[in-house]
């Protein structure tokens, strides 16, 4: 009875390939994103993610460091223990390379959480247009389709509970030498951490040009204390 079974999943793996379900999707780097969203990349600026690729550098973070076991005095911005997680979209078509580091990839930016750029962001453009020509709202489905990432939670564990016992069951090295073990602090609580705006940036008011499901369980609440921004540009 093994083989039926083994095939019906070679067939079900095929169709989610030729659907575009698990097509590996391309980064960009988050200037694309910023152009069009300065509020949210101003605020960004401000937040640990922004700084990450700083903290690797020789001289920084010294007291953690010490205290992961780690050398304060060593350079870490190319070593590849280290760098997949401070960056975006680290191996992945598109992502940071050692040998080829981009500025506009390094810290973990808009990608990292939002997902891959590249095949939704001008649906993003024309979403935008239609809404502000007449008022027609384009389904979220569409941006989801198109690797848009509205659940976050994956990808935050992916560099957060990478380390081994941490319960995420996806985890693999090299691991996040900043463990609960290390100190309390470090542990990961989603849905405390997702409200942090300190941590993602600071929420503004959105016009509504995209609607519907896949909505991320925090949206209502977010917009309903949102600030208001810079709007969201159409053009390039
Ligand atoms: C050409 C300009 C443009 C670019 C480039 C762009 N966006 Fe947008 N984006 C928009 C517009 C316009 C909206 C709709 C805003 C509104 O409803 O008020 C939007 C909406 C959004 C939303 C809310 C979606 C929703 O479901 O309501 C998010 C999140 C977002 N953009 C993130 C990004 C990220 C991340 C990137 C880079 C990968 C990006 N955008 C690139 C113009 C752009
Ligand atoms: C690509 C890896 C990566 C992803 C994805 C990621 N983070 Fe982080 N996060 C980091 C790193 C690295 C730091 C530390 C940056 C520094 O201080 O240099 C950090 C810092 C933080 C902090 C700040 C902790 C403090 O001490 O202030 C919070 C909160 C946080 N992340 C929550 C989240 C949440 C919630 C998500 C998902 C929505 C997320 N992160 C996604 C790598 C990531
Ligand atoms: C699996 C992902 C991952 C890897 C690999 C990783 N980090 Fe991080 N790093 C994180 C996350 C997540 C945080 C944020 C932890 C928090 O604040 O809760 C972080 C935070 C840090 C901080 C800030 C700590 C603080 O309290 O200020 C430093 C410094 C750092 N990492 C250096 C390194 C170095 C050096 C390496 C390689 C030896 C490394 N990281 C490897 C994910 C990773
Ligand atoms: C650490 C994760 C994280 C990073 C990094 C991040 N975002 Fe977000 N962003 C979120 C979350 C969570 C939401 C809330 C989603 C919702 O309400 O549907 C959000 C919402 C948004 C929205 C919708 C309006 C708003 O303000 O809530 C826009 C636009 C946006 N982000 C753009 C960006 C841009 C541009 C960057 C890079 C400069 C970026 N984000 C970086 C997590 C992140």
Not at 78 to 94: I, L
Not at 124 to 148: I, P
Not at 185 to 214: Q, R, S, W
Request: charged share 30%.
């Amino acid at each position: 009875m093994k083989q039926p079974i083994t095939y019906i999943l070679a067939i079900i793996a095929m169709f989610a390939f030729f659907t575009g379900s698990v097509v590996a999707q391309t980064f960009e780097g988050r200037s694309k994103c910023s152009s069009c969203h300065k509020s949210q990349a101003k605020s960004w600026r401000d937040t640990a993610h922004a700084k990450a690729m700083q903290s690797l550098r020789p001289g920084t973070r010294e007291e953690a460091k010490v205290k992961a076991g780690l050398d304060p005095e060593k350079d870490y911005t190319k070593d590849p223990d280290c760098v997949g997680c401070h960056v975006d979209g680290y191996e992945q078509r598109g992502g940071y390379e050692i040998k080829r580091p981009k500025r506009q990839l390094a810290a973990v930016g808009c990608e990292s959480c939002h997902g891959a750029g590249r095949d939704y962001r001008g649906e993003h453009r024309k979403g935008g247009q239609a809404f502000e020509r007449n008022g027609t709202t384009t389904e979220r489905s569409r941006l989801a389709s198109r690797g848009q990432d509205y659940e976050f939670e994956e990808a935050c564990k992916a560099c957060h509970l990478n380390y081994e016992g941490s319960g995420w069951e996806g985890n693999k090295p090299p691991y996040t030498p900043f463990t609960p073990e290390v100190d309390e602090k470090y542990t990961f609580k989603f849905d405390d951490m997702v409200k942090d705006t300190g941590a993602m940036h600071e929420h503004y008011k959105l016009d509504g040009a995209f609607v519907g499901e896949p909505e991320f369980k925090y949206h209502k609440e977010f917009q309903a204390n949102a600030k208001e921004g810079e709007k969201a540009s159409t053009d390039e």
